[in-house]
């Protein structure tokens, strides 16, 4: 079982959602509001769970925005997509990790 400090720290440090990652988990969530959506009444017992949980959150957050633009491209929304697409591949990150 992990702790809130434990959890924090993980996700904080993560490369693809951590701080200087610029993802909406970096930006937005507060360390309550990690505990709170990451943790374990979030259904979520050990970091692993709650690192796929974070990346899964910002892979939503990118999918939102590209329902949303005029359909060019060269839309920002593309961009967005394609670096965080590139980024996870740089992290050697899977998806059914």
């Known amino acids: 079982m992990m702790t809130e400090q434990e959890l924090i720290k993980a996700i904080r440090g993560h490369k693809l959602v951590g701080v ?10 507060s360390d309550s509001e990690l505990w709170e959506k990451f943790g374990p009444e979030a259904g979520c017992n050990t970091i692993d769970e709650a690192i796929k949980k ?18 060019d491209d060269d839309d920002r929304e593309l961009q967005m997509r394609d670096e965080w697409e590139a980024m996870k ?7 059914d990790k």
């Open 89 to 95: 591949q740089a992290a050697g990150w899977e998806h």
């Open 54 to 71: 974070a990346v899964g959150r910002e892979d939503l957050f990118i999918e939102q925005h590209l329902e949303h633009r005029f359909g």
């Open 20 to 29: 200087g990652s610029c993802s909406v988990i970096d930006e937005c969530y």
